[in-house]
C-alpha cells in the first residue's frame, strides 16, 4: 500500500513537472514567435516583465541562428531579429530597439564560430542594423572570411552602424576602433573584391579614429600608383575613397577641427587621381565600361579640389573646369585642364601660387 502510494505521489510529481513544462514551452514559444504592439511600442522606462519578454526573444532567436540547423530556420531567425527594427504600423520604440539590440548582439557573436558561411552572414545582415557596437568580435572575425560576402557584410556593417552616432563621433569605443582597424589593414591589401573593397573604404571613413584616416590616406596612395599602371574596375571603390574621406574633413571642419593637414595631403592624391585618369583616356588607354567610373573620379577631384580652395585659400582663383570636358568627350581638354591644376614642367605642382602650394615631389607616383 506504502509503494502503490509513492507510485501515485511519483506519477503526480511527474505529471506536474510535464504540466508546468508543458506550460513554459507554451510561454517561451508564445514570446518567441512574437512581440506584442504594447511591448513593441512601450515608450520606457520598460517592466521587468517586459524586459524579460524583448531578452526571451532575443536570445532565443540569435541562437536558433548561430546554430543554423536549416537554411529555413536561419531565414526565419534573421527576419525574427529584424523585424522590430523595420516595423512601420506601429513603429517600434527606440528604447525597445536598444533592449533588444543589447540582447541579441552578444548572443551574435557567437556566430563567428559557426562552419557554415551562411549563418555567419546573416548574422551581420542583422548586425548591421542593430544600434549597438556590441557584436564587434563577429565583425572582426568576418574582415578577414574566407567568404567574399561576409567580408562585405563585415565592412559594411561598420559603415552602417556610424548613422546611429553623432556627427564626428562612432558607437565603437577606441578599443574596438583599433582592433577594427588593424583587421582592415590586414584585409584590405590583398583584398580582390572591389564591391568589397568599397564597403571596405566606407568602413574606415566611419571609424573616427586619427589612425583610420592616415590609413585611408595611405591605402589610397597606393592604390593610385597600382592604377597607373592599369586602370581597373577597383577604380569605382577608390572613388568611393577619396569621397569618404572628403565628407570626413566636411563633418571635422564644421565642428571645429582643424583640418589643413590631411585635407593637403588628399589634395596631393586627389591630383595623383585626376592626372592618372586625365592621362589614360587621352591614350585611349581605358577601357569602354571603366570610362563612367574615370568620369566619377574627375567630378570627385574637381569637388575636392573646390573644397580645398574655399578651405584653405578662398581668396585664390578657381582653377578650370574638369567635368564639363571630360563628360564631353574632350579628353584633350581635360588633360590640359588638369595640367592646369596639376602642373607640369611650366606650372608644377597644385595650386603653386596659393596656400595649398603642393609640390610636384608630392604628386609622385608610388611616392
Known amino acids: 500500500m506504502l509503494n502503490r502510494g509513492r507510485m ?7 505529471c506536474a513537472v510535464a504540466m508546468w513544462l508543458f506550460v513554459f514551452s507554451i510561454s517561451v514559444f508564445a514570446q518567441r514567435q512574437g512581440l506584442s504592439d504594447d511591448i513593441l511600442t512601450a515608450p520606457g522606462p520598460l517592466s521587468p516583465q517586459q524586459t524579460e519578454k524583448i531578452e ?23 527576419d525574427r531579429l529584424l523585424g522590430p527594427f523595420r516595423a512601420v504600423a506601429p513603429p517600434t520604440s527606440d528604447v525597445v530597439k536598444d533592449a533588444l539590440a ?4 552578444a548572443m551574435l557573436n557567437k556566430c563567428s ?21 556590441a557584436s564587434d568580435k563577429l ?20 559603415a552602417e552602424l556610424s548613422r546611429f552616432a553623432q556627427p564626428g563621433q562612432s558607437l565603437f569605443t577606441q578599443a574596438q576602433q583599433d582592433a577594427l582597424l588593424a583587421a582592415m589593414k590586414k584585409a584590405m591589401p590583398g583584398e580582390t573584391s572591389d ?24 591605402i589610397l ?20 575613397g577619396l569621397l569618404n574621406l572628403y565628407t570626413r ?28 585618369v586625365a592621362t589614360a583616356l587621352q591614350a585611349k588607354k581605358v577601357d569602354a565600361e571603366l570610362v563612367p567610373a574615370c568620369l566619377d573620379v574627375v567630378d570627385a577631384v574637381e569637388e575636392i579640389f573646390k573644397y580645398s580652395l574655399k578651405t584653405l585659400d578662398p581668396a585664390h582663383a578657381a582653377g578650370p573646369e574638369l567635368s564639363a570636358p571630360a563628360k564631353g568627350g574632350n579628353f584633350a581638354a581635360l588633360l590640359l585642364a588638369t595640367l592646369d591644376w596639376v602642373g607640369d614642367k611650366n606650372k608644377p605642382g597644385i595650386l603653386s601660387t596659393s596656400a595649398i602650394g603642393i609640390a610636384p615631389e608630392e604628386l609622385k607616383i608610388g611616392g
Open 102 to 105: 543589447s540582447a541579441a548582439a
Open 56 to 78: 526571451t526573444y532575443a536570445k532565443y532567436w540569435s541562437d536558433v541562428l548561430c546554430r543554423g540547423e536549416s537554411p529555413d530556420a536561419i531565414a526565419e531567425a534573421r
Open 113 to 133: 564560430s559557426a562552419k557554415d558561411p551562411v549563418v555567419r552572414m546573416n548574422a551581420l545582415i542583422v548586425v548591421a542594423e542593430l544600434p549597438t557596437s
Open 249 to 276: 574633413l566636411v563633418v571635422q571642419q564644421a565642428v571645429g577641427n582643424n583640418v589643413a593637414k590631411p585635407l593637403h595631403r588628399l589634395t596631393a592624391i586627389s591630383g595623383k587621381y585626376l592626372l592618372v
Open 8 to 14: 501515485d505521489s511519483n506519477r503526480l510529481t511527474t
Open 221 to 240: 596612395d597606393q592604390r593610385v600608383a597600382a592604377a597607373s599602371k592599369q586602370i581597373t574596375g577597383g577604380l569605382r571603390a577608390d572613388k568611393q
Open 139 to 158: 565583425i572582426i572575425a568576418s574582415l578577414t572570411d574566407a567568404n567574399q560576402a561576409n567580408r562585405y557584410w563585415a565592412a559594411k556593417s561598420i
Open 195 to 218: 564591391v568589397v573593397l568599397e564597403q571596405m573604404y566606407r568602413a574606415l571613413g566611419a571609424l573616427t579614429i586619427v589612425e583610420a584616416q592616415d590609413t585611408l590616406l595611405d
